[in-house]
């Protein structure tokens, strides 16, 4: 009978041989906790870390022991007593009055604004060490059609399948998320279905809210007419937090390129188009928000660093942004 491993790092289906010399072994798992720290996900039991959210899940276990057949409850902080806390007095909230713009929204046809792009010495130096670096003889070879192997683990995200035939292939589907993970103050949820949670495991374990074909390979480059056949389109993640006035963004592209990267902005709206990559052969992101608020495009900088575009939007009313761009509005 088929059981399903609840240990960190492992989450895979398995069967009970009823040989404890290898039963006890089996599993192969992290005992320790996720944690984050200067945009690093890192393991508290081993320290391996990681900067890409899909490469940590992927991270194998620095610990071999038996399956986890049980979901392990969930720690309870303890009720203080009665005695200890006095009963709290009931204090009537109303509800904020909704908020007004002080400054009319530009329409969305208003034109945007290129900004000046600042960049960081550690980012130049990186770059003109990566230019110097000659190019590897051999390439490795990408897997593709019948050369999958089998375990080779589907490449969307949340999603837990191996690839084992191509019969198994055809009869299951995915459920994936194709957002982006996205942690601010606190909260965890993918960009793509804004289901939030405060508990990293629970996201990690949340359905895919897509459901489609498993990929068991990297996704082929994509290209326009202006663009190099070896740029890859890809997702990027990418944070906010606010300080006094002004709203930081940050946009984890690990060294991004000063020529490739266009930064447009009104007083409503952003789009950024960014190369970037620790290779010769770069990624390509590009988005576009709606913001949630009003801004000074005058007071507005651009930072390129060697892990993140860093934006800082310079905001035109007093308003606190509850998230980055504006919820849609249905008719």
């Not at 010399?21 to 992290?30: E, G, L, M, P, T």
């Not at 890192?42 to 038996?66: E, N, V, Y």
């Not at 990293?200 to 663009?227: I, K, V, Y």
């Not at 937090?241 to 447009?264: A, C, F």
Request: aromatic share 8%; net charge neutral; with cysteine.
């Amino acid at each position: 009978m088929s059981h399903f491993c609840y240990n960190r790092g492992c989450q895979k289906n398995y069967t009970l041989t009823n040989d404890p010399s290898i039963d006890d072994v089996a599993c192969q798992y992290h005992p320790g906790l996720p944690y984050f720290h200067d945009a690093y996900k890192i393991w508290s039991c081993c320290q391996k870390k990681s900067h890409d959210f899909s490469t940590f899940l992927s991270i194998p276990g620095c610990t071999r022991g038996a399956h986890l057949g049980t979901k392990p409850e969930e720690p309870v902080a303890p009720r203080p007593s009665e005695q200890e806390t006095p009963p709290k007095p009931v204090v009537r909230q109303e509800l904020p009055k909704p908020h007004t713009p002080t400054v009319e929204r530009p329409s969305i046809d208003t034109p945007l604004t290129t900004m000046k792009l600042t960049v960081a010495t550690s980012l130049q130096t990186a770059l003109d060490k990566l230019t110097n670096t000659p190019k590897a003889d051999g390439t490795q070879k990408e897997q593709t059609g019948d050369d999958i192997k089998p375990g080779t683990p589907c490449r969307h995200s949340t999603c837990t399948a191996q690839y084992t035939t191509v019969e198994q292939e055809q009869a299951t589907s995915c459920r994936f998320h194709p957002g982006v993970p996205i942690f601010h103050e606190g909260m965890k949820f993918w960009s793509c279905c804004q289901k939030k949670t405060t508990d990293f495991e629970a996201f990690t374990n949340q359905p895919g809210c897509t459901e489609g074909e498993h990929l068991w390979r990297s996704e082929t480059p994509q290209s326009t007419d202006e663009d190099d056949p070896q740029v890859l389109k890809t997702s990027c993640r990418y944070d906010f937090h606010q300080q006094g006035s002004s709203v930081v963004l940050s946009i984890y592209s690990k060294m991004p390129r000063p020529d490739q990267t266009k930064v447009e902005l009104n007083a409503g709206r952003l789009k950024v188009d960014t190369r970037f990559g620790t290779d010769i052969k770069t990624k390509r992101f590009s988005n576009e928000w709606e913001l949630y608020g009003l801004i000074d495009v005058n007071l507005s900088t651009v930072e390129l660093l060697q892990s993140k575009i860093e934006i800082i939007l310079k905001k035109a009313e007093p308003l606190s942004w509850s998230r980055l761009d504006r919820p849609l509005q249905l008719n």
